[in-house]
């Protein structure tokens, strides 16, 4: 079932999602869900916040097939920092400079409960990081300059966040 996805202005984008139980039978049905979506949007990322459902899991496709992380944990970042262009299916249209670590170790669980230890660079870490700041109530529009964030809002229907 392909959901509906909230857009910036929308409170709960804004929300701390929470840890889930592995055997939350609920999961597999919600990660089906979000992987509908995620396709439909053409998107290579997706957390539960954006359709509503403040649970720590994240989904991406980064062209290795669709991969899931449940409460996910950034354990070890790089100093190295990169920057790059940025969209979110939350915010139509909106690209910007994103700062991020190039390089992180990210440590989870899938959907059989079993333990994944990632480590990630490049495409790979940048979309993890960002579905993460989803769980955690972040938005692009945080993670970048101050006159970027003013344009994205200034061009959003529906006024400032
Ligand atoms: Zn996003």
């Known amino acids: 079932m392909v959901l509906p996805i909230k857009i910036l202005g929308n409170p709960v984008l804004r929300e701390r999602s929470k840890e889930v139980e592995l055997r ?7 990660v089906k869900n979000m992987e509908e979506t995620l396709r439909r949007a053409e998107g290579v990322g997706l957390a539960p916040t954006q359709v509503g459902i403040l649970k720590r899991v994240i989904i991406y496709d980064v062209g290795e097939g669709l991969k899931v992380l449940i409460n996910p944990m950034i354990t070890r ?13 939350s915010i139509p249209g909106a690209k910007v400079p994103v700062r991020r670590a190039e390089r992180i170790r990210v440590e989870g669980y899938d959907l059989e409960g079993k333990k994944i230890v990632l480590e ?3 495409l790979l870490a940048r979309v993890i990081q960002h579905e993460m700041d989803h769980l955690n109530g972040f938005l692009i529009i945080d993670r970048t300059t101050e006159s970027e964030r003013r344009r994205v809002l200034e061009e959003m229907v529906g006024g400032p966040d």
């Open 24 to 30: 939350d039978p609920t999961l597999k049905a919600l």
């Open 120 to 122: 990630a660079d490049g």
């Open 77 to 89: 970042e790089s100093e190295e920092k990169v920057e790059d262009e940025e969209g979110c299916l």
